[in-house]
C-alpha cells in the first residue's frame, strides 16, 4: 500500500525524499501545517492532524485543539507577512462528494484579499455554483 501523502511529509529519516514544496510551515505536538499543494490564493495553507485519520469527525478534542492553534497562530503569521490580506476562509472536505481527494483528515485555511474575486458574498457557498448568490 502506497504512504500517505500527508503521512510521508512528517516522516523525518534521513533516507526520506519529501516531496518539493512539503515543508512543515508551523506545527506543535498533534498537528502540522504546510503550504496546498494547489492553492487558490497565495499562502493558502493545509493544517493536518498528525494522527492518521480519514476526516474531521474522526479528531478527538485534543486534536482539534492543536489544529485550532495552529489555525490561529498561522492567521497572525500571514497578516504580519502580507497586508493586503482582509479576511479568511476555513475549510474542510469530508468524503469523496464533497471533494476531498487525500483521505487524511485536513483543514484549507485560505487567505482573502479585497478583489481576489468580484463578489465574494456567499463565501463557501460558492462551492455549488449558483448557491452562492442570494
Do not use: W
Not at 480519514?54 to 489544529?67: I, T
Not at 476562509?89 to 484579499?113: A, D, K, M, V, Y
Amino acid at each position: 500500500m502506497k504512504e500517505c501523502l500527508f503521512c510521508g511529509v512528517q516522516n523525518t529519516s534521513p533516507e526520506y525524499n519529501r516531496p518539493p514544496g512539503k515543508e512543515i510551515l508551523m506545527e506543535n505536538k498533534l498537528a502540522f501545517a504546510i503550504r496546498d499543494g494547489f492553492p487558490v490564493t497565495p499562502m493558502h495553507t493545509l493544517i493536518i492532524p498528525k494522527r492518521h485519520l480519514r476526516d474531521y469527525f474522526e479528531l478527538r478534542n485534543d486534536e482539534l485543539v492543536s489544529c485550532s492553534e495552529l489555525i490561529h497562530s498561522l492567521r497572525d503569521e500571514m497578516l504580519k507577512l502580507d497586508s493586503s490580506i482582509t479576511g479568511f476562509n476555513i475549510g474542510i472536505n469530508n468524503g469523496e462528494s464533497s471533494g476531498q481527494t487525500i483521505f487524511h483528515c485536513h483543514i484549507h485555511l485560505i487567505p482573502r484579499r479585497d478583489g481576489d474575486v468580484p463578489n465574494p458574498r456567499g463565501g463557501v457557498r460558492h462551492i455549488i455554483p449558483g448557491k452562492g448568490d442570494y
